[in-house]
């Protein structure tokens, strides 16, 4: 059974700070990594995803993959109040017939003004 | 916006009763799969379905069951609700040709079983 491990938080920071949000998974075959945003009350938002190891920017965002040590990170610079929400990682269990995505809980993160 | 559309928003039902909800997947996307979301938890995958035939099933029970029609618009059906039933439920759509498994989510429908 696939996991995925997230600190809930809550994670805050100031306006224009590194946010630094983390995840672990558990199988070690797996290829592809997710990060969603929610904010409160609405749905998942895709914003990121990564299959190979090592660093993945998009804009203020960079997403990074270690492989060897089961491990996911999203970097938000410039940090501005409008990223607060929870930020979901999400492991792809694709191939075979099985098409679905893996969630943590979610880390909520809160960027102070 | 992602094209992805889901009824209703919200909806209120009683233990024991019976529910629908419907989702209509983004233009050219061939898979849709039902998720459950409960207060402070990350989506838990209910099923997918491709090809109008259920494509993976997570760990619920057989009265949670769907539908998908030939314009990829689908259905999920839950019976005997229970109170724990009580969750945002999401759709997402996804396509068999893409190579990562990207999938989007609709607005969700929001459930609440008194």
């Known amino acids: 059974q696939k996991e995925v491990e997230q600190n809930s938080g809550p994670l805050s920071v100031p306006e224009g700070a590194i946010a630094s949000l983390n995840c672990t998974y558990s199988?070690?075959?797996?290829?592809?990594f997710f990060w969603y945003r929610q904010y409160s009350g609405k749905s998942p938002e895709l914003i990121m995803f990564?299959?190979?190891?090592g660093d993945k920017e998009d804009g203020r965002f960079t997403a990074q993959l270690n492989k060897a040590s089961q491990y996911v990170s999203l970097l938000i610079r410039d940090s501005q109040p409008s990223d607060s929400a929870t930020y979901l990682c999400a492991d792809s269990n694709y191939g075979g017939s099985q098409g679905n995505l893996i969630f943590g809980k979610g880390t909520k993160l809160s960027v102070k003004p | 916006e992602t094209g992805v559309t889901q009824s209703p928003t919200h909806l209120i039902k009683t233990r024991g009763q019976q529910v629908t909800l419907r989702c209509s997947s983004q233009?050219?996307?061939?898979?849709v799969s039902w998720y459950q979301q409960a207060l402070g938890q990350g989506p838990q995958f209910i099923f997918q379905?491709?090809?109008?035939?259920?494509?993976g099933r997570g760990n619920f029970p057989p009265r949670f069951s769907g539908l998908q029609f030939p314009n990829y618009s689908s259905e999920l059906n839950v019976n005997a609700l229970e109170l724990d039933d009580s969750a945002l439920y999401l759709c997402?759509?996804?396509?068999?040709?893409?190579?990562?498994?990207?999938?989007?989510f609709g607005p969700g429908t929001r459930l609440t079983v008194l």
């Open positions: 233009s050219g996307h061939n898979t």
């Open positions: 990564i299959y190979s190891n």
């Open positions: 199988d070690r075959g797996s290829q592809s």
């Open positions: 379905y491709y090809r109008e035939e259920e494509n």
């Open positions: 997402a759509s996804g396509t068999t040709s893409g190579a990562y498994n990207e999938q989007f």
